[in-house]
């Protein structure tokens, strides 16, 4: 079935959704002990360090494949560990190009003995394994079915959770040659998966506020939305964490990075949420606000390099 069209057209500032070429950025998390969770994003993901720099107390260091930033890790160890009960993070998804990438990745991270496998899954639109940080920190790594193969009904993207053989998988997809060169294949934040407290709330700030479309609200639980008819850059879930109010400070997820491409998406933003009445800040290359729960959203303009995420 035909997918159903994404307008592009330039609408009024307050009406008009996300650029449909509108991206995910660098996730950031706050962890407790930066050694342990450098080395492991770098060993059993691949990531290599592409800078570091001290804020007062706080050392941020941005990791990522091919010199593309993927994960943004900042040194605050005296907070509270994860509440896997709360509003926050449900897992970083990690997108690869293709198949043999992602296997490589995949048998990477299986290896470390820290990583803690909890599952693989065919969504339909995306073939996706899951692991668990060394603190608590869900992250999906993933490739995209070909957009040609999505399937819709009733206006609503088709995806679902079939069982995916990992061992099948990679006796599929792995090679020599993927394996020794994984850490130079590409890699990006495909989307973010949160955990909250209401649906109907996040509808209200992501979808209604921020500008991203509904692709799936069908999935018990569960959110699924985007720019530009992706199957989702945000998903947010109430699986665990129903009823959960604002977050306290603690380790986890500590920004979600948007990307627009240019200063009239973010002029666009500001009118939305002044029609919604949130408050944020602009500072010239990004709307920076928190969403119902206290989870830091920043949504910007392409980053000129690493030092212009770390100055964020």
């Known amino acids: 079935m035909v997918a159903p069209t994404t307008s592009t057209q330039r609408t009024s500032a307050p009406d008009r959704i996300l650029d449909p070429q509108t991206v995910m950025d660098a996730v950031t998390l706050r962890v407790g002990d930066l050694s342990t969770m450098s080395s492991y994003y770098s060993d059993a993901l691949a990531f290599e360090p592409l800078e570091e720099r001290a804020r007062g107390n706080e050392v941020h260091r ?11 890790l900042i040194e605050t160890p005296n907070l509270p560990a994860v509440d896997p009960r709360q509003a926050g993070l449900f897992h970083t998804a990690f997108l690869f190009d293709d198949a043999s990438a992602l296997a490589a990745t995949v048998y990477r991270a299986a290896q470390h003995p820290r990583s803690r496998f909890t599952g693989s899954s065919d969504h339909l639109v995306s073939e996706a394994f899951y692991f668990t940080d060394p603190e608590g920190n869900g992250v999906e790594l993933y490739v995209d079915r070909d957009r040609s193969d999505w399937t819709y009904a009733g206006g609503q993207l088709q995806m679902d959770s079939l069982y995916l053989d990992p061992n ?4 599929r997809h792995l090679d020599e040659n993927a394996v020794d060169s994984v850490a130079t294949s590409a890699g990006r934040v495909g989307h973010v998966h949160l955990q909250v407290g209401d649906i109907a ?32 850059h945000v998903a947010m879930n109430v699986w665990n964490s129903a009823g959960a109010g604002p977050r306290a400070a ?28 949130l408050a944020f800040a602009d500072t010239g290359r990004s709307v920076v606000l928190a969403d119902p729960w206290g989870t830091r959203v920043t949504v910007a303009l392409p980053a000129a390099g690493v030092d212009d995420l770390l100055g964020r």
């Open 62 to 72: 941005v990791l990522g494949r091919g010199g593309t930033p993927m994960l943004r």
């Open 250 to 277: 603690a380790l986890g997820l500590g920004d979600v990075a948007i990307t627009v491409p240019d200063r009239e998406d973010l002029d666009a933003l500001g009118a939305r949420l002044t029609r919604h009445r």
């Open 201 to 232: 709330r996040a509808r209200a700030f992501y979808v209604d506020a921020l500008g991203f479309e509904t692709t799936v609200a069908t999935y018990p639980g569960a959110l699924f939305a985007s720019a530009g008819g992706y199957h989702h």
């Open 168 to 171: 099948a998988y990679l006796r």
